[in-house]
């Protein structure tokens, strides 16, 4: 029997301004993580674990994932999620798929299928075979910051200050949210998984990060989770590039502090949680803020 450990995340970005916000997202993780530690603690495997914590983290409306997903730059929702079986080496994924409610259980679907990682127009034919019921993402507060978001690019169009295109909007808090679990279960097996609703106004037919191997990853060495901007985190190839480490003699510690370092000088914007062989747990950010908190045996540690 291995001593099983669980982090997860809610988002990584600049520190919350809102006092009651802070207090809902800890009172969510909190919780998320306690049933999660009750499952584990009682033998679920860290698939399972992964899953269920991925859907429960979907469904709280405080997070960029699921319900409460940020909005694209033509007003639609579009989610991506990912989930990896570190025993099985085996990583399954779905990207920009629309009014479903949980893009993870999509993505655990497709771990048993032939082709396992589907875009936008694959996601939507799953969607219709796995009968999921059409779903409206959106909460009140997305839709205040997309419209707020559609003036500012109006006003900077019409002062004709060098205007930001969909694709170039500054980092904000918009995409922050991200969330992700990563697990190390009694048998030792790990597992992550990660879902987001993306960047917040990107253009159509972006692809995050969290839907790849460098936002989602996890072998028998260990499982990452990321969050941030999707783009820093694809180029830092964050969480494979974190295993290896790993793989190749690091401590988890000094896996992810290393490349959290890395990642600092390229002025990137991201952040990490992991778990590894060891029971070890870890994260790193190069942002103000990380929304995370991990467990393991009695120690219940917080990233905030
Ligand atoms: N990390 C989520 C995204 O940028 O899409």
């Given amino acids: 029997m291995k001593n099983p450990t669980i982090v997860i995340h809610g988002g990584a970005g600049r520190a919350l301004s809102d006092k009651t916000r802070e207090k809902f997202v800890r009172e969510a993780l909190s919780s998320i993580i306690e049933r999660l530690w009750q499952g584990l603690s009682a033998g679920a495997g860290a698939m399972e674990i992964a899953r269920q914590g991925c859907i429960a983290l979907e469904d709280c409306e405080h997070f960029n994932a699921g319900l409460g997903s940020a909005i694209q730059s033509d007003g639609q929702v579009r989610m991506s999620a990912s989930i990896m079986d570190g025993t099985r080496q085996s990583f399954s994924g779905i990207i920009n798929v629309e009014r479903v409610q949980n893009p993870t259980v999509m993505a655990v679907h497709l771990q048993q299928a032939r082709d396992r990682v589907l875009d936008g127009v694959g996601a939507v034919r799953l969607a219709r075979e796995m009968r999921l019921p059409l779903f409206d993402?959106?909460?009140?507060?997305?839709?205040?910051?997309?419209?707020?978001?559609?003036?500012?690019?109006?006003?900077?169009?019409?002062?004709?200050?060098?205007?930001?295109?969909?694709?170039?909007?500054?980092?904000?808090?918009?995409?922050?949210?991200?969330?992700?679990?990563?697990?190390?279960?009694?048998?030792?097996?790990?597992?992550?998984?990660?879902?987001?609703?993306?960047?917040?106004?990107?253009?159509?037919?972006?692809?995050?990060?969290?839907?790849?191997?460098?936002?989602?990853?996890?072998?028998?060495?260990?499982?990452?989770?990321?969050?941030?901007?999707?783009?820093?985190?694809?180029?830092?190839?964050?969480?494979a590039r974190i295993i290896v480490r790993v793989q190749d003699g690091m401590t988890l510690d000094e896996a992810v502090g290393a490349s959290i370092e890395e990642a600092r000088q390229r002025e990137r914007r991201l952040a990490a949680i992991a778990v590894d062989h060891r029971g070890q747990m870890s994260w790193g950010k190069t942002t103000e803020l990380l929304l995370a908190v991990g467990r393991t045996g009695d120690e219940e540690r917080w990233a905030f």
């Fill in 137 to 239: 993402a959106v909460v009140p507060r997305r839709l205040e910051e997309w419209i707020r978001q559609g003036r500012k690019e109006r006003s900077d169009d019409q002062a004709q200050v060098s205007a930001p295109s969909s694709t170039e909007v500054g980092p904000d808090d918009r995409g922050s949210g991200t969330v992700g679990v990563v697990v190390r279960d009694f048998t030792g097996a790990l597992a992550a998984s990660t879902s987001t609703g993306g960047r917040g106004f990107e253009r159509v037919g972006r692809v995050s990060d969290s839907a790849t191997v460098a936002g989602n990853y996890a072998t028998e060495y260990g499982a990452v989770s990321c969050t941030g901007i999707g783009e820093d985190i694809t180029d830092e190839a964050l969480a």
